[in-house]
């Protein structure tokens, strides 16, 4: 089976910390994946990756970073929590060629910056 | 730009009742097509996708889709449905030859009554 597996199921920030969500895959997936969902705006994608060193920005990358130092670790940062960022924090990976683009989702962190 | 739409917020139902969850998306090229659910404090997964080749796909737990071009829609059922389909369901949409990203659409909550 895959799995995804994301640092924190609950974390609690106060205003202008700085933020790290690590996340990792067991399957050799290129890509990565990070969301955010907001109840009633479903999945918004924030930053994928598609190798190694590699990014690039999805639907809403301000006030977010990546890094992606090795194959099986994505991690999201957040250098200046704000309170607008408190939101539930899915990270997925995926193969990149075969039938199947399927996304494999870790359980998300819930982040409230207070 | 391209979008997907799911067209209930919130569905409620009886334990039995038919169910039918509706999706367009608005790219006019060839994608990939899959709905994802989310059950009460569970990680996202995969219920069922669509590649190529017969429009009606079948999936886990009893549920289907039908893929009309046409239509750009790509609709879930299932006949009869149980309290413990109680989850929330989203809709996706991968534009091949694009990149590996996928698009969801806002979810639909559905309830059912025991």
């Known amino acids: 089976d895959v799995k995804v597996t994301q640092s924190s199921r609950y974390l609690v920030k106060r205003t202008g910390e700085k933020v790290f969500l690590e996340c990792v895959q067991d399957m050799d997936h290129e890509n990565m994946f990070w969301y955010r969902q907001d109840p009633g705006l479903g999945l918004r994608l924030i930053y994928f990756?598609?190798?190694?060193?590699?990014?690039e920005k999805g639907d809403i990358p301000e006030g977010y970073s990546v890094s992606r130092e090795k194959k099986e670790r994505f991690s999201l940062i957040l250098e200046s929590a704000s309170t607008n960022q408190t939101s539930m924090y899915l990270c997925?990976?995926?193969?990149?060629?075969?039938?199947?683009?399927?996304?494999?989702f870790g359980p998300g962190t819930r982040l409230t910056v207070t | 730009a391209q979008s997907v739409s799911q067209h209930n917020h919130h569905v409620i139902l009886s334990e039995a009742a038919s169910l039918e969850l509706g999706c367009n998306y608005s790219y006019g090229g060839t994608v990939n097509l899959f709905w994802y659910v989310q059950y009460p404090g569970q990680h996202l997964q995969l219920l069922l996708k669509y590649f190529s080749g017969d429009p009606l796909v079948k999936g886990i737990k009893g549920f289907e889709a039908e893929f009309i071009k046409s239509k750009f829609s790509f609709n879930l059922r299932k006949p009869s449905v149980q309290w413990s389909d109680t989850a929330e369901y989203f809709c996706?949409?991968?534009?091949?030859?694009?990149?590996?990203?996928?698009?969801f659409g806002k979810g639909t909550r559905l309830h059912i009554l025991p």
């Open positions: 996706a949409v991968r534009v091949v030859n694009r990149d590996d990203k996928i698009i």
């Open positions: 990756s598609y190798d190694v060193k590699m990014k």
């Open positions: 997925a990976s995926s193969e990149t060629s075969g039938s199947s683009y399927e996304q494999y």
